[in-house]
């Protein structure tokens, strides 16, 4: 006689670990509180588990890492954590304590430091290090998590969860979990009677707590105006007239840094006075970057699909409904997955700064004894090997890549377009060219597979320095390619290898542009091209609707 | 914050005289500088002064001012640099800046 089979293993399992829990839930509800928090997770998770602490670049359940690190180790341990970000010391406390073993996620932000040491003691076993998309990926193959520990602005008694303006990863992580049998539990800053729109149905979920404080978030996208230089203009200067203007670039991410936000700040200035508006930058995958208002303002932008919110720009965005995505409640939802598929299919430029880049032009931002993780970067600073729709910016990139043609014969296909735009040097002199990736060491102490790079050489098109723009795409062959990116690298080791008379030639062939060559004047570059200098001067910009974080209040 | 001052000199090909008796540029901000450019009887020659906090990267300032210098062929003048931690980059902008400003 066969055994009767059986399919619903994990299922069971759950039913069978919230049997533990349920005796600390508010009857007929699922609320529990915040002193139960650790006998639950207690109850709930089995040493071996695949665990997520939902922890993306912006919003923490940093109430529920901090309980995690309360278990017992003789109890709990060897957990796998596969989450997005490990920025907070909790979430490494976990692998001192002996309680979580190995590691899966895509960015450790300022915990960089700490991920390498503890590789190096031994504590933590790395999986690998992933983009956003290619870990979300991951969670519906091979690394669905069994528990995830979530957060949310506002819960109901059943578990509806409201995460509004920073939706983020939520949907995508309880959706993954919890229809694969998994558990959920999540940290909310208030338990109402109704909440304010249903992101997530409370069927998904199956413990909800009011956390002591709100979860934190980082304001990782807001540049003070007051701090860009004549430098950022200079160079944002360059890119309106040499990269967007020439392609007509219309659908586009920017990159974090000042070298950004300076282009956000000179679009109603110099962009205006170039006659670009509504020939460049119309629509974007962003976080709300409060940068961008004054141009939003003119009338610049037509749509921003953000990947998570930012704090202070909630209101702003809820009363600018035909540029943000605004649910029928008035207020924005981000959903990081949404936005990172068009990043990666629907963009026709990226462009962002690194921290270095090699002689071949492959660019890093890992450093030795730091595992900085990559975020969500290599997804947009990349051709999307499977676009089949046309722009004219992508076959206009696409026309030029010289070398295309020994791969596809005569067969026309366009090209993103991927732009490192770094000053030669960066702060206390450390120069941004180098012979070999720093990436390289980091590999080997913290025994990777191979050395963490950003962005590729070949899916980079253009480099912007202080010197110029190498277009990079219209070389033929690497040693065309080395040639372009030393006569951009200025006065770093890897410049001053530059013969004059190659540069010369390559000015000739358009491949390598100076300022003078752009048309570019230099003595207007300073801030007072800057459509708002501080950030006073978004908030007149917003209305006073962007409501900045006390740091950067200074007036 | 100990200074280095270094010194270099230059000899153009075909030395032109600044158009107006002095120039100066620039504040001495955290990672920025100044420029002070003089007419001064050198036979000619230009010579540049510069004062930093910045020790290893003398060789780095001498290309710097070089090709400044290559291109605009300023003779008989002295400049004075006061250095606050600028980048090569920064060193660049402003010393065009300043040539701009007084070639309009």
């Known amino acids: 006689m066969s055994e009767q089979k059986v399919w619903n293993k994990t299922q069971r399992d759950t039913q069978e670990r919230m049997s533990h829990a349920s005796q600390y839930f508010k009857p007929g509800t699922k609320v529990f509180e915040a002193k139960d928090a650790v006998a639950i997770l207690e109850a709930v998770i089995r040493s071996g588990d695949r665990v997520n602490i939902e922890g993306n670049n912006q919003k923490q359940a940093d109430f529920l890492s901090d309980c995690l690190c309360k278990l017992d180790p003789a109890r709990v341990n060897k957990l796998h954590m596969v989450q997005s970000s490990v920025p907070l010391a909790s979430h490494l406390q976990a692998f001192e304590l002996g309680i979580a073993e190995k590691l899966d996620f895509a960015y450790a932000g300022p915990q960089g430091g700490a991920v390498a040491k503890a590789i190096a003691s031994g504590k933590l076993k790395l999986g690998a290090i992933h983009t956003y998309l290619e870990l979300f990926a991951r969670y519906f193959m091979d690394l669905t998590p069994r528990v995830s520990l979530i957060c949310a602005y506002e819960a109901d008694k059943d578990g509806n969860l409201y995460t509004g303006f ?5 949907p995508l992580i309880t959706e993954a979990t919890k229809f694969k049998g998994g558990i959920v539990i999540a940290q909310v800053n208030k338990i109402v009677d109704k909440v304010q729109r249903v992101d997530i149905p409370g069927e998904w979920v199956d413990g909800v707590v009011q956390s002591p404080k709100p979860f934190f978030i980082e304001p990782l996208f807001t540049r003070d105006p007051a701090l860009i230089t004549d430098t950022h203009i200079l160079m944002a200067m360059m ?5 967007y203007a020439e392609y007509g670039i219309k659908r586009l991410n920017h990159g974090i840094g000042f070298n950004t936000s300076a282009i956000e700040l000179i679009l109603p200035t110099y962009g205006e006075e170039l006659g670009l508006k509504g020939k460049i930058c119309t629509n974007f995958a962003l976080n709300p970057h409060p940068t961008l208002i004054p141009a939003i303002e003119s009338g610049w932008v037509e749509s921003i699909h953000c990947f998570g919110g930012e704090l202070g720009m909630a209101e702003y965005a809820a009363a600018r409904p035909d540029i943000f995505f605004i649910g029928p409640d008035g207020s924005m939802r981000s959903n990081r997955a949404y936005s990172q598929t068009a990043g990666h299919y629907a963009i026709d430029m990226f462009i962002g700064g690194t921290l270095q880049i090699d002689k071949y032009g492959n660019s890093s ?8 993780g990559f975020g969500g970067a290599p997804n947009m600073g990349c051709d999307a090997h499977g676009r089949r729709h046309s722009t004219p910016a992508w076959m206009k990139c696409g026309n030029e890549f010289t070398d295309q043609q020994n791969f596809l014969g ?3 296909r366009g090209k993103r377009l991927v732009v490192q735009m770094q000053e030669t040097f960066q702060e206390k002199l450390v120069p941004s060219f180098v012979e070999k990736l720093d990436a390289w060491k980091l590999a080997e102490q913290a025994e990777l597979d191979l050395p963490p790079v950003m962005v590729y050489s070949d899916d980079i098109t253009h480099i912007l320095t202080e010197e110029g723009i190498a277009y990079l795409h219209r070389c033929k062959g690497l040693d065309q390619r080395m040639a372009a990116i030393r006569a951009v690298a200025g006065y770093t080791s890897i410049g001053l290898q530059a ?6 030639a390559l000015r000739e062939a358009g491949i390598f542009k100076t300022p003078e060559d752009l048309g570019v004047d230099r003595s207007r570059a ?6 708002a200098k501080s950030i006073k001067e ?3 910009w917003s209305g006073g609707l962007y409501n900045p974080p006390a740091r950067f209040r200074n007036w | 914050m100990a200074l280095t001052q270094l010194k270099y000199e230059f000899s153009p090909a075909t030395p032109r005289a600044l158009p107006v008796p002095a120039v100066h540029f620039g504040v001495v901000g955290s990672g920025d500088m100044e420029v002070i450019i003089e007419n001064k009887d050198l036979g000619g020659k230009a010579v540049a002064t510069v004062v930093t906090p910045v020790t290893g990267f003398d060789h780095v300032w001498e290309m710097v001012l070089r090709r400044f210098m290559d291109e605009c062929q300023l003779g008989n003048v002295a400049i004075s640099i006061n250095d606050n931690n ?9 010393l065009r800046q300043a040539l701009l400003e007084i070639e309009g």
Do not use: Q
């Open chain 1, 526 to 531: 300073n801030r007072s091209l800057l459509a």
């Open chain 1, 538 to 540: 978004l908030v007149d």
């Open chain 2, 86 to 94: 600028a980048t090569p980059v920064v060193v660049s902008l402003r």
């Open chain 1, 365 to 372: 931002t890992a450093t030795a004894g730091r595992v900085a």
């Open chain 1, 239 to 243: 890119a309106l007239k040499g990269i």
């Open chain 1, 410 to 412: 005569d067969v026309p």
């Open chain 1, 166 to 170: 920073n939706t983020e990863d939520t």
């Open chain 1, 499 to 504: 013969k004059p008379e190659e540069t010369r």
